[in-house]
Nanobody
Framework: RVQLMESGGGSVQAGGSLKLSCETSVNLDRGYCAAWFRQAPGEEREEVVSIDPIGRTRYSDSVRGGRFIVSKNNARNVLYLQMSSLRPDDSGTYYC???????????????WGPGTQVTVSS
């Protein structure tokens, strides 16, 4: 079974930065899509960004423009999310997820980490 574990969440003030990490048990450059999702209390889970095995990325409109940057270390099978210029509405539980495949568009993700909490205060 695929194992995922997020870390790096915390509490920051608006305008601050955080870098999330997700250790995975899969080879991120060998046929696995990976993604970051977030969910605020009372809201639906939102896909923030996905990255395919060759590094192509797709960002949600809410973070597109450079505030969030996804990356991965294929040698270590670690997925990252660098978040900057954080806003209170970025608060929530952030999850990493993976699924087999090369095309991450409209992908149903099979495996999930337990999540890490991000709180941005104004």
């Amino acid at each position: 079974r695929v194992q995922l574990m997020e870390s790096g969440g915390g509490s920051v003030q608006a305008g601050g930065s955080l870098k999330l990490s997700c250790e995975t048990s899969v080879n991120l450059d060998r046929g696995y899509c990976a993604a970051w999702f977030r969910q605020a209390p009372g809201e639906e889970r939102e896909e923030v960004v996905s990255i395919d095995p060759i590094g192509r990325t797709r960002y949600s409109d809410s973070v597109r423009g450079g505030r969030f940057i996804v990356s991965k270390n294929n040698a270590r099978n670690v997925l990252y999310l660098q978040m900057s210029s954080l806003r209170p509405d970025d608060s929530g539980t952030y999850y990493c997820a993976t699924a087999p495949g090369w095309d991450c568009r409209q992908k149903t993700f099979d495996d999930w980490g337990p999540g890490t909490q991000v709180t941005v205060s104004s």
